[in-house]
């Protein structure tokens, strides 16, 4: 009777248990699917409104609330943190963890950076002082935080130092054209100059971290760095193009303003207009609406050996108040650009070649490993069924030590232990959040570094390897 009682306890406990494990489960789901519920009519609700903006011809590249809502309704699944529950956040927050904003003052000096000089149609990079372009200023005033930006191991195997440009900039200081410097350039810089303006070279520039974009709210497009020139359209009467050049530039400097949260100002927008201009300083002293005009191109001439052409640069900039908030900054630069397309085509490409090579290799696989199987049926009961042929020669030598070289086997799967567990750990890494991609070359330094410290594991596992081939583990 004590048995039965206490069999019948277990059961009644375990049916009590699973009742209550399908109530949470119950429970749990249908809490999933209200919240589900909820986020769908949200989304159709953000939908409705966003295809009303579209059809009222409202931008998204902009700095208007109606631009910045259209943002945030496309990039509304990236503004997801977590991995079970996900929940709303900024941009910010899941593309750059940890970063904080930076305040500045009035009138005090700034600086943008310069970046590469690259082409989608060349693996090319160079320096933007390595074109023939104004040189950096010595302004004393700069000697602070702004004057040297430092750089990790990755950015500078990369190449990707930062050096101040030649542009001074005060904070809510707009002013009109100034005159940066003259350039004389030779016969070679001016073929130079054209050859990078044919393969389509952009210049890139930083300034608080934000890279600088050409925006155009008329196309709806925004696009990182500006180009360096143009070419006409259709040639003069010989056949030959023109090649024009970008010698004066607009930047545009957005900012936020909010005295009840924090003092100063916030970057939240860097932009550029370039212009072509032939001008000197008496036409730009202070001048704010210079715009590319067909008569007054900066044109490079081909000059003959021996002969300069002279180039006048100039810049000018305007600061504007705007209502986008520091954390969603970055949304337009996720937003898609007209080269977008490019990278998903490539990527389609790749796989579809993939597949078409796999099923080529299974389809030769599978006729040949037919062929074995038959000849193999054929052959049974007879007495040259006993020796083995074709596949079957193989299945001993497997796992056989090599009789050559041991050591050259030890030491490639050591090194590829090395360089698999290195870059495990970086994915590792940067998954949860620990390696910050506004950093540059933060990835490569965190791989190098990783590289080394997995040398105790190659030199276990190449270690373990030899002894396995030869059976001595002191020659090693």
Same mark, same amino acid.
């Given at each position: 009777?004590?048995?039965?009682?206490?069999?019948?306890?277990?059961?009644?406990?375990?049916?009590?248990?699973?009742?209550?494990?399908?109530?949470?489960?119950?429970?749990?789901?249908?809490?999933?699917?209200?919240?589900?519920?909820?986020?769908?009519?949200?989304?159709?609700?953000?939908?409705? %409104?966003?295809?009303?903006?579209?059809?009222? @011809?409202?931008?998204?590249?902009?700095?208007?609330?109606?631009?910045?809502?259209?943002?945030?309704?496309?990039?509304?699944?990236?503004?997801?943190?977590?991995?079970?529950?996900?929940?709303?956040?900024?941009?910010?927050?899941?593309? !750059?963890?940890?970063?904080?904003?930076?305040?500045?003052?009035?009138?005090?000096?700034?600086?943008?950076?310069?970046?590469?000089?690259?082409?989608?149609?060349?693996?090319? #990079?160079?320096?933007? $002082?390595?074109?023939?372009?104004?040189?950096?200023?010595?302004?004393?005033?700069?000697?602070?935080?702004?004057?040297?930006?430092?750089?990790?191991?990755?950015?500078?195997?990369?190449?990707?130092?930062?050096?101040?440009?030649?542009?001074?900039?005060?904070? %809510?200081?707009?002013?009109?054209?100034?005159?940066?410097?003259?350039?004389?350039?030779?016969?070679?810089? &001016?073929?130079?100059?054209?050859?990078?303006?044919?393969?389509?070279?952009?210049?890139?520039?930083? !300034?608080?971290?934000?890279?600088?974009?050409?925006?155009?709210?008329?196309?709806?497009?925004?696009?990182?760095?500006?180009?360096?020139?143009?070419?006409?359209?259709?040639?003069?009467?010989? *056949?030959?193009?023109?090649?024009?050049?970008?010698?004066?530039?607009?930047?545009?400097?957005? $900012?936020?303003?909010?005295?009840?949260? !924090?003092?100063?100002?916030?970057?939240?927008?860097?932009?550029?207009?370039?212009?072509?201009?032939?001008?000197?300083?008496?036409?730009?002293?202070?001048?704010?609406?210079?715009?590319?005009?067909?008569?007054?191109?900066?044109? &490079?001439?081909?000059?003959?050996?021996?002969?300069?052409?002279?180039?006048?640069?100039?810049?000018?900039?305007?600061?504007?108040?705007?209502?986008?908030?520091?954390?969603?900054?970055?949304?337009?630069?996720?937003?898609?650009? #007209?080269?977008?397309?490019?990278?998903?085509?490539?990527?389609?490409?790749?796989?579809?070649?993939?597949?078409?090579?796999?099923?080529?290799?299974?389809?030769?696989?599978?006729?040949?490993?037919?062929?074995?199987?038959?000849?193999?049926?054929?052959?049974?009961?007879?007495?040259?069924?006993?020796?083995?042929?074709?596949?079957?020669?193989?299945?001993?030598?497997?796992?056989?030590?090599?009789?050559?070289?041991?050591?050259?086997?030890?030491?490639?799967?050591?090194? @590829?232990?090395?360089?698999?567990?290195?870059? !495990?750990?970086?994915?590792?890494?940067?998954?949860?959040?620990? &390696?910050?991609?506004?950093?540059?070359?933060?990835? &490569?330094?965190?791989?190098?570094?990783?590289?080394?410290?997995?040398?105790?594991?190659? *030199? $276990?596992?190449?270690?373990?390897?030899?002894?396995?081939?030869? *059976?001595?583990?002191?020659?090693?």
């Amino acid at each position: 009777m004590t048995m039965m009682k206490m069999k019948m306890k277990m059961k009644i406990s375990s049916f009590l248990f699973l009742f209550c494990f399908i109530e949470t489960l119950n429970v749990s789901v249908v809490a999933k699917l209200s919240a589900s519920n909820n986020v769908s009519q949200k989304d159709m609700v953000g939908k409705q %409104k966003y295809l009303e903006l579209r059809r009222q @011809g409202v931008d998204e590249v902009g700095h208007t609330a109606e631009a910045a809502a259209m943002r945030a309704f496309q990039l509304r699944k990236k503004k997801r943190k977590g991995i079970f529950r996900k929940k709303e956040t900024s941009l910010a927050q899941v593309l !750059f963890p940890g970063v904080s904003s930076v305040n500045y003052i009035d009138k005090e000096v700034v600086q943008i950076y310069t970046d590469v000089v690259n082409s989608k149609k060349t693996q090319i #990079p160079f320096e933007f $002082y390595d074109l023939p372009y104004c040189k950096a200023s010595t302004d004393t005033e700069l000697s602070g935080r702004f004057a040297k930006q430092k750089n990790n191991l990755g950015s500078r195997l990369q190449g990707a130092e930062m050096k101040p440009a030649p542009f001074a900039l005060r904070v %809510k200081n707009s002013h009109g054209c100034k005159i940066l410097c003259e350039v004389n350039m030779g016969e070679k810089k &001016l073929k130079w100059m054209r050859r990078l303006i044919q393969r389509h070279y952009r210049v890139h520039l930083t !300034f608080d971290q934000l890279p600088v974009l050409m925006r155009s709210r008329k196309l709806n497009y925004a696009v990182r760095g500006y180009p360096i020139g143009f070419v006409s359209a259709a040639g003069d009467e010989d *056949g030959k193009q023109d090649f024009f050049l970008y010698n004066h530039l607009k930047f545009t400097i957005f $900012y936020q303003e909010d005295s009840g949260s !924090f003092d100063g100002v916030r970057i939240t927008g860097f932009d550029v207009h370039p212009v072509s201009k032939l001008h000197s300083k008496d036409t730009c002293d202070g001048v704010t609406d210079l715009a590319n005009e067909p008569s007054s191109y900066q044109i &490079l001439r081909q000059v003959k050996s021996g002969e300069k052409q002279t180039i006048t640069y100039s810049y000018e900039a305007q600061w504007t108040k705007s209502d986008l908030q520091w954390a969603d900054r970055w949304d337009v630069y996720l937003i898609g650009s #007209p080269d977008d397309d490019v990278h998903f085509f490539a990527i389609f490409n790749s796989l579809m070649i993939v597949l078409f090579l796999t099923g080529a290799i299974a389809t030769i696989m599978i006729r040949t490993l037919r062929k074995d199987i038959a000849g193999y049926n054929q052959m049974q009961g007879l007495e040259e069924a006993q020796e083995e042929t074709g596949w079957k020669l193989v299945h001993a030598d497997v796992f056989r030590p090599p009789t050559t070289s041991p050591m050259i086997l030890s030491v490639l799967v050591g090194c @590829g232990s090395q360089i698999g567990l290195a870059f !495990f750990l970086s994915m590792l890494l940067a998954t949860v959040k620990l &390696l910050n991609p506004l950093k540059k070359g933060q990835t &490569l330094t965190a791989i190098l570094i990783l590289y080394v410290l997995c040398g105790s594991v190659a *030199g $276990y596992i190449s270690a373990r390897i030899y002894k396995y081939c030869t *059976g001595n583990a002191q020659a090693w």
